[in-house]
């Protein structure tokens, strides 16, 4: 299993591909285990973000960890990703919500640190002054990623539109986009254009909580497929975007399935398998998460 793999971003960091996402992880005792859990059986990458409130129990986890001698990993081997709050949208609550979040995470800096809605707290979506709000949050992340307090900065949820005006107010493009994506929401000309334009795509909501593998959906073409590679169905769905060089970040709250999504590493999906999961799932597009495509 290539648990190095990562994807290269636009700044030449290297961000590993899978990850463990902790969305709904609010049990002080249950978050800390889980991180560890994960980094002993090889993750390398978690995801967290202010209004997951947990940032905290992942901070403590992670000294731990990095204060006992046997364990052999450093800061410098985890890569951690956090989020702004829509409630926080503005340049000088952004610049207050990462020393927030630096101070709740014990780090003297972020790997990555994304906008996690296009929107701001407290407005409609047809409100121009969200437009506005960005701008400046993002003016905030640039200023400190110059100041070396991220090493990475990106958004969530920003569609082709949003990203599209981005090129006339950053002076630093986004080196990731984060996004629910998966077989039922397969947004090939998001994925595209991100590519184009040098920004790494990434997937939340891979098995659309839950839904794809606790039986809501049932496939045949999928159960073929699974037996043909002797996988689970988790392995399946990750494999798929993996495939297509998406980072994924699954959650998982039980060791065995930690192991589990890690093992999609290892599955290889020809052309054929990958294009049957896209012909049978295209009548079913449906979004599960927030829908950020009429945000202006």
Request: charged letters at 25%; hydrophobic letters at 35%; proline letters at 3%.
């Amino acid at each position: 299993m290539n648990l190095n793999r990562t994807v290269k971003l636009n700044n030449g960091l290297e961000i590993p591909i899978i990850g463990l996402g902790t969305y709904r992880m609010t049990n002080k005792k249950k978050t800390k285990q889980n991180v560890k859990q994960a980094i002993e059986v090889g993750y390398r990458h978690i995801d967290t973000a202010t209004v997951y409130k947990n940032e905290s129990e992942i901070g403590e986890a992670l000294q731990e960890i990095f204060s006992d001698p046997n364990s052999g990993i450093l800061r410098k081997d985890i890569w951690v990703t956090s989020k702004l709050s829509p409630s926080d949208q503005g340049y000088e609550k952004t610049l207050a919500a990462v020393e927030a979040s630096l101070k709740k995470l014990k780090f003297d800096y972020i790997d990555m640190y994304l906008i996690h809605w296009p929107g701001a707290g407290g407005l409609k979506v047809s409100d121009p002054l969200n437009l506005e709000k960005r701008k400046q949050s993002w003016k905030a992340l640039e200023e400190l990623y110059a100041a070396g307090k991220i090493r990475a900065i990106g958004v969530s949820n920003y569609q082709i539109n949003h990203l599209e005006e981005m090129k006339a107010y950053a002076t630093v493009m986004p080196a990731v986009n984060q996004c629910e994506f998966h077989p039922l929401l397969y947004t090939k000309d998001l994925v595209e254009y991100n590519k184009k334009n040098g920004i790494a795509f990434e997937a939340y909501s891979s098995l659309v909580e839950g839904r794809l593998v606790n039986g809501t959906y049932e496939f045949q073409f999928v159960e073929n497929i699974v037996k043909n590679h002797e996988i689970t169905h988790a392995q399946l769905y990750l494999a798929w975007a993996l495939h297509q060089g998406v980072i994924v970040i699954p959650k998982a709250s039980s060791l065995q399935r930690l192991k589990e999504n890690l093992g999609a590493l290892d599955v290889k999906l020809d052309e054929e398998e990958f294009n049957t999961i896209i012909s049978n799932t295209s009548e079913n597009q449906e979004r599960f998460c927030w829908d950020p495509t009429t945000v202006l």
